[in-house]
């Protein structure tokens, strides 16, 4: 039961976050990729830190930043790149590359074994999400493949090194310092290689709260409390219930149709998630 109850409280994470391209499309000003990744960090960073009132110290300094700048710093900016430059599809697809990456980075990181059934998922997952997410539009913008092939690469091994470096404190003070050191690294190349924000309206402010505080504060707790209880290679495939959130979200909010081919997406995801996690389990009991 503990597990089943990590596992959904885990899941909570994808699906919120599948509403990031949405709110970045529709309420975030357009082109300023770093600036609004280090305004989802560093504030959720600085309210985490508040609240828990721990500050890193010694090795864990560094290895704070390196995963803020993994998970977060190089992730978030090249997903805000992939975002403004490509269409949904295209991006969650290639992200959907994730979970196999992160088998990979777990094998050789962390001796942990990798079997066909969770390859197989892996593999199932990009193709359901492919099937979720293309709507007829194909377009191959080399900058925003390559930056959602990155991002994809540098949540993979923040995630697997998350769990490699298990910090002596709580989930949240973790996510607290690992948002900081990422806003942190955000902030003089928004400041530096980006222009001025224009006068932020009603909606940009209700976009940036929205992905800081719950895209980012909140998601990231479960997630980290996630891995800290269950494996990466565990937790990871949930990740591809985020283009199915996206999905559902454009249907509902913006009267987006739902074809069948996108239902047997959603159906052929999920079987993958499943798969992965029995994968999991068969690996755990031999």
């Given at each position: 039961m503990s597990r089943n109850l990590d596992l959904t409280l885990t899941a909570v994470a994808p699906t919120i976050w599948g509403s990031t391209y949405l709110v970045t499309t529709e309420l975030l000003?357009?082109?300023?990729p770093l600036t609004a990744a280090m305004l989802r960090a560093l504030p959720a960073g600085v309210l985490l830190l508040v609240l828990t009132r721990s500050l890193p110290s010694g090795i864990w300094i560094l290895r704070s930043l390196i995963l803020g700048a993994l998970n977060f710093s190089l992730f978030w900016w090249l997903l805000f790149v992939a975002a403004y430059r490509l269409p949904g599809g295209v991006a969650?697809?290639?992200?959907?590359?994730?979970?196999?990456?992160?088998?990979?980075?777990?094998?050789?990181?962390?001796?942990?074994?990798?079997?066909?059934?969770?390859?197989?998922?892996?593999?199932?997952?990009?193709?359901?999400?492919?099937?979720?997410?293309?709507?007829?539009?194909?377009?191959?913008?080399?900058?925003?493949?390559?930056?959602?092939?990155?991002?994809?690469?540098?949540?993979?091994?923040g995630t697997v090194m998350t769990r490699k470096w298990h910090p002596p404190v709580s989930a949240l003070c973790f996510t607290a310092w690992q948002l900081l050191g990422g806003g942190l690294l955000l902030l003089p190349a928004a400041l530096w290689l980006e222009p001025s924000l224009p006068a932020l309206s009603t909606e940009h402010l209700v976009g940036f709260s929205y992905l800081g505080l719950f895209g980012g504060a909140l998601t990231y707790f479960l997630w980290f409390r996630g891995i800290s209880r269950l494996s990466p290679s565990t937790v990871t495939?949930?990740?591809?219930?985020?283009?199915?959130?996206?999905?559902?979200?454009?249907?509902?909010?913006?009267?987006?149709?739902?074809?069948?081919?996108?239902?047997?997406?959603?159906?052929?995801?999920?079987?993958?998630?499943?798969?992965?996690?029995?994968?999991?389990?068969?690996?755990?009991?031999?």
């Open positions: 000003p357009q082109g300023y969650a697809t290639v992200g959907a590359i994730q979970p196999l990456v992160v088998l990979l980075l777990c094998r050789v990181l962390l001796d942990q074994p990798v079997t066909r059934l969770a390859l197989l998922a892996g593999f199932g997952g990009i193709l359901g999400v492919a099937l979720v997410s293309f709507v007829g539009e194909l377009s191959l913008d080399r900058i925003g493949m390559l930056a959602a092939l990155a991002g994809a690469m540098s949540m993979a091994l495939p949930l990740a591809l219930l985020s283009p199915i959130s996206a999905v559902c979200l454009g249907w509902v909010l913006l009267k987006q149709n739902l074809s069948a081919m996108q239902m047997a997406g959603i159906a052929l995801v999920l079987l993958s998630v499943w798969l992965g996690q029995h994968s999991q389990l068969k690996v755990a009991r031999s």
